[in-house]
């Protein structure tokens, strides 16, 4: 995803950027503007540094807070070219204010402290604003986790690790078994299995099958129960089977492509009633 695009990208940018804001601040705590008392009284600006030590400040404090803020700055200039924040500074062009920040501290300094503290608060202001773009943009996302707990449970382990074909023959297999779980059988192929646990027909002893709850007379009922007698089985060929007979890798867009579509048929399968045929009297 586009940088911009990415609200939580821009969020941790936006902690960047504050992070090193307040960094400086407390660096500068140790330190007066050339101009303020304390200072050279505004005597050589441009060529003395903008900042100076303040009288009675600890060296090792101020190179304490010196190193937080360099860290800071490390992380806080990614912000620079998304925002387009800059200090223009005469015979140098377009500074950016937050890897340049030391320049305040040396002789002949590109930028003021005020420069600095002024550019993080407009690069704050619009990268909140494109926070609110990218959450206005971004398409609604739903991750892998929230799968059927089944599907996601036997295939997370070799998707963490980057093998999909395996996650998905993975969770292919789980869905299978939870069928045979369900019906009872273990007596027939994989693909004969969704065919018979489906079927139109009546249930038979040893053949429950599996029916959408519901009026079976509902047309919204039979439209469901018609439509899984072709689903469940075709996604035992076409998922199933080329996952686990294939060869290859299988990229991460396709692979979560099958993962939803095992998804949906084991929620299907949960919300099914197993019809099983009425006890048969025994003679006398």
Not at 90 to 95: D, E, K, M, N, T
Request: glycine share 8%; hydrophobic share 45%.
């Amino acid at each position: 995803m586009e940088a911009r695009k990415n609200p939580e990208y821009l969020k941790a940018l936006v902690a960047a950027v504050t992070d090193f804001r307040e960094a400086l601040v407390a660096f500068l705590e140790l330190h007066v503007s050339n101009g303020e008392p304390g200072g050279l009284g505004g005597v050589a600006r441009g060529v003395a540094p903008a900042v100076l030590r303040r009288d009675g400040a600890d060296p090792q404090e101020i190179a304490r807070r010196h190193s937080r803020v360099s860290r800071a700055a490390g992380l806080a200039a990614a912000a620079v070219p998304l925002t387009h924040v800059a200090v223009m500074v005469q015979g140098f062009g377009a500074v950016d204010p937050i890897s340049a920040w030391q320049t305040i501290t040396r002789p002949k300094p590109l930028l003021e402290a005020v420069d600095v503290l002024d550019a993080c608060d407009q690069a704050l202001g619009r990268l909140e604003g494109l926070v609110l773009q990218a959450e206005a943009e971004r398409p609604p996302a739903v991750g892998a986790e929230a799968m059927h707990p089944l599907v996601w449970g036997s295939a997370s382990r070799l998707w963490r690790d980057g093998h999909f074909r395996e996650a998905v023959a993975a969770a292919a297999e789980a869905v299978v078994l939870m069928v045979k779980t369900r019906t009872r059988r273990n007596d027939i192929a994989e693909a004969a299995l969704w065919q018979e646990a489906f079927s139109n027909k009546e249930p038979e002893p040893g053949k429950p099958r599996l029916r959408w709850p519901g009026d079976p007379e509902s047309r919204d009922v039979g439209t469901m129960n018609s439509g899984l007698r072709f689903f469940a089985p075709g996604v035992q060929m076409t998922i199933r089977n080329t996952v686990s007979h294939g060869v290859g890798q299988l990229g991460e867009q396709a692979a979560v492509e099958r993962l939803a579509a095992l998804s949906l048929l084991a929620r299907w399968v949960d919300e099914c009633d197993l019809i099983e045929a009425a006890p048969q009297e025994s003679g006398e």
